[in-house]
């Protein structure tokens, strides 16, 4: 899982501030699109959250994770608004607004 997780971090690190990528997206990115779970696990033992922004990964619905590991929904939701996203009244993000287009 070593080279998979680095591939995973490589391309997370790339996400600009104040865009937001799914998980999808990132596993095909990192060389798999069948790897959107692998992602999750990866990013739940990210080893450097202030150089891998992990908050900046949403569900393919524009959602957070209620489970965050580094502060919980509240913190991931924080940190993304901090940086310009907007949230709807469902708790989602506008990914036609928001999703990074590498």
């Known amino acids: 899982m070593g080279n998979t997780f680095a591939k995973i971090y490589e391309v997370?690190?790339?996400?600009?501030?104040?865009?937001?990528?799914?998980?999808?997206?990132?596993?095909?990115?990192?060389?798999?699109?069948?790897w959107a779970?692998?992602?999750?696990?990866?990013l739940h033992v990210n080893p450097?959250?202030?150089?891998?922004?992990?908050?900046?990964?949403v569900n393919r619905e524009g959602k957070i994770c209620p489970g965050y590991v580094f502060g919980g929904?509240?913190?991931q939701r924080a940190l993304l608004e901090a940086e310009g996203?907007?949230?709807?009244?469902?708790?989602?993000?506008?990914?036609?607004t928001y999703l990074w287009r590498p």
């Not at 450097?48 to 990964?57: A, L, T």
């Open 37 to 42: 779970r692998v992602v999750g696990y990866a």
């Open 85 to 96: 996203v907007v949230f709807s009244d469902d708790e989602a993000i506008d990914l036609k």
């Open 12 to 34: 997370v690190r790339k996400i600009p501030a104040g865009r937001v990528a799914t998980y999808g997206q990132v596993a095909f990115l990192a060389g798999n699109p069948r």
């Open 48 to 57: 450097d959250p202030g150089s891998i922004p992990c908050h900046r990964v």
């Open 73 to 75: 929904a509240g913190r």
